[in-house]
């Protein structure tokens, strides 16, 4: 057993020591290769090292290969415009320099191939590294074009290099969620940015399947929008004269870019990642937000959470943009459901709602329907949503006073019990509201929760002109109740009924010293 353990040891030392020989070996690759172009044909064992099955020697040549390229560029000695074959250059009647810049130009073809292959690959570092290799190549090629331009262009960037790129991160078979947040850094530049949206432009409508739509989805989100002129400063490529990327353009390619993807089926969690970030970072960049009311429309009729968040893009359109959407009120009521009070998005819907119902406007069968809708609906709501629900019914009742009838209902003696009101109307005007009362919170004030019962006693009292500030409790979950039922109150001083003593300790020397002179 031990020659067999010697030999293990030795092997793993002969490994160690090949590596460190192989990290060496390219490192002076490199330098042979740039310092004489007779060791051109080094960059083979580089580009064998870059498809190598070990991490280590595929970061060190994705690495090397970089450097080795990124200065070749520079040095404007790969061939610029059309790139004949191989065997065509040499038959053909190039010289030596022309051949030599046609040879690294094959080569770095080839380097940029395997490094896309290498976005696909197993291993994350391996990702990462090729992709920020990648972007080095573009920024080389945008200062060092190796296409001609044409005579009407006056702006050089690598369209083909980067739409390369982003149609390998928008892969249809893993989520490269984590990837894409890498470029994040390199969204941050406008070129790149106008040129990545551009990409996803022609990309979007190539799958539908969940995980590309995901991958669609976060390269978008990631994308920062410029508001002002002011703020179009940095570029990863430099150039003289005057930029063709303005705010109005990027509005224009963003909007193109959002309309095309939201234009295909997508699941239920997708609307909701969408909708959720719609009203601030989508609506405000796009030229025409007005575009997206058939988006709004159509996923504000599914119902459910999807509805709600719905209502965010809506309240933009319709205050910001002058959109008449029709039977808008109705559809809001008809998003009353008991479910309301367990969605995570409870709090934004109310706060949505409570803007809606601001206006004065509206007519009094309209805001009594929600009123005693509410009012129903905090039979069966637990003690977090009715701490937030009465103070809602009663905003809604100062803003309205005619509402107050539905207080102080009049009753005879011969008055039926049953109430008139139609809980399954879908339409607040039939639903017969104004003829009922609210003897919901009536029903409230003898509620289990000493909270709940002392919040809805406050509509026997005659309100306040002043509302109510619901945003506390918009956010207040069953188990913060809890725990501030539970929190210890602090200990009150008592009253009393006579005096304390204050000085029977101080000062009462001399009279305990009588007391005991007479015993």
């Given amino acids: 057993m031990a020659p067999a353990k010697k030999r293990n040891v030795s092997s793993a030392k002969t490994t160690e020591k090949s590596a460190k020989t192989a990290k060496i070996d390219l490192s002076s690759k490199v330098e042979s290769v740039l310092e004489s172009?007779?060791?051109?044909?080094?960059?083979?064992?580089?580009?064998?090292?870059?498809?190598?099955?070990?991490?280590?020697?595929?970061?060190?040549?994705?690495?090397?290969?970089?450097?080795?390229f990124c200065t070749l560029l520079e040095r404007k000695e790969l061939l610029r415009g059309k790139l004949p074959g191989?065997?065509?250059?040499?038959?053909?009647?190039?010289?030596a320099e022309d051949k030599y810049r046609i040879f690294m130009r094959h080569r770095y073809n080839s380097c940029v191939e395997i490094l896309l292959e290498h976005l696909d690959h197993e291993v994350y570092n391996i990702k990462e590294s090729a992709l920020c290799c990648l972007m080095k190549f573009a920024a080389g090629e945008g200062q060092h074009p190796l296409e001609d331009l044409d005579w009407s262009e006056h702006y050089s960037f690598p369209r083909e290099l980067i739409q390369a790129v982003v149609s390998r991160l928008l892969s249809k078979t893993s989520d490269n969620s984590l990837l894409i947040s890498r470029l994040q850094e390199f969204l941050e530049m406008e070129d790149v940015r106008y040129y990545?949206?551009?990409?996803?432009?022609?990309?979007?409508?190539?799958?539908?399947?969940?995980?590309?739509?995901?991958?669609?989805?976060?390269?978008m989100s990631n994308i920062s929008m410029p508001s002002q002129e002011s703020e179009?400063?940095?570029?990863?490529?430099?150039?003289e004269g005057e930029s063709c990327f303005e705010v109005p353009e990027h509005k224009r390619v963003f909007e193109r870019m959002w309309l095309g993807f939201l234009k295909y089926k997508l699941p239920s969690s997708m609307y909701k990642k969408v909708l959720v970030i719609l009203h601030d970072s989508i609506l405000p960049h796009m030229s025409k937000p007005a575009l997206m009311i058939d988006f709004l429309t159509a996923v504000y009729e599914v119902g459910g959470a999807i509805s709600l968040l719905a209502l965010n893009g809506l309240f933009v359109l319709i205050h910001q943009h002058n959109l008449n959407y029709p039977d808008f009120y109705k559809k809001l009521y008809n998003l009353l459901e008991p479910s309301i009070f367990h969605v995570k998005y409870r709090a934004r819907f109310f706060h949505l709602a409570n803007l809606f119902l601001s206006s004065s406007h509206l007519p009094v069968y309209l805001v009594a329907a929600f009123v005693k809708r509410l009012a129903r609906l905090a039979l069966t709501a637990?003690?977090?949503?009715?701490?937030?629900?009465?103070?809602?019914?009663?905003?809604?009742?100062?803003?309205?006073?005619?509402c107050r009838i539905l207080v102080h209902k009049p009753t005879t003696e011969d008055e039926t019990l049953e109430d008139p009101y139609l809980m399954d109307e879908e339409d607040p005007a039939h639903c017969r509201a104004l003829e009922s009362s609210l003897w919901e919170v009536?029903?409230?004030q003898k509620h289990y929760h000493p909270d709940v019962a002392k919040t809805a006693t406050l509509i026997?009292?005659?309100?306040?002109?002043?509302?109510?500030?619901?945003?506390?409790?918009?956010?207040?979950?069953?188990?913060?109740?809890?725990?501030?039922?539970?929190?210890?109150?602090q200990n009150k001083s008592i009253p009393l009924e006579f005096e304390t003593a204050s000085q029977l300790l101080k000062g009462?020397?001399?009279?305990?010293?009588?007391?005991?002179?007479?015993?």
């Fill in 442 to 444: 009536k029903t409230l």
């Fill in 86 to 95: 191989e065997e065509e250059a040499l038959k053909g009647g190039y010289n």
């Fill in 196 to 219: 990545v949206m551009s990409s996803i432009c022609e990309n979007v409508g190539k799958a539908v399947v969940p995980i590309y739509q995901n991958n669609v989805f976060m390269l």
């Fill in 382 to 402: 637990p003690p977090a949503g009715l701490l937030l629900l009465l103070p809602f019914i009663s905003n809604l009742i100062r803003r309205h006073p005619s």
């Fill in 460 to 489: 026997n009292t005659p309100l306040s002109e002043q509302e109510d500030d619901i945003s506390e409790v918009l956010e207040l979950t069953t188990f913060e109740l809890m725990e501030r039922d539970l929190k210890p109150t």
């Fill in 37 to 68: 172009r007779k060791c051109a044909n080094d960059v083979f064992d580089m580009l064998e090292f870059l498809q190598s099955e070990k991490e280590k020697d595929v970061i060190d040549a994705v690495n090397a290969c970089g450097k080795l």
């Fill in 232 to 239: 179009l400063t940095n570029f990863m490529v430099k150039q």
């Fill in 508 to 519: 009462g020397g001399d009279m305990l010293g009588q007391h005991f002179c007479l015993n």
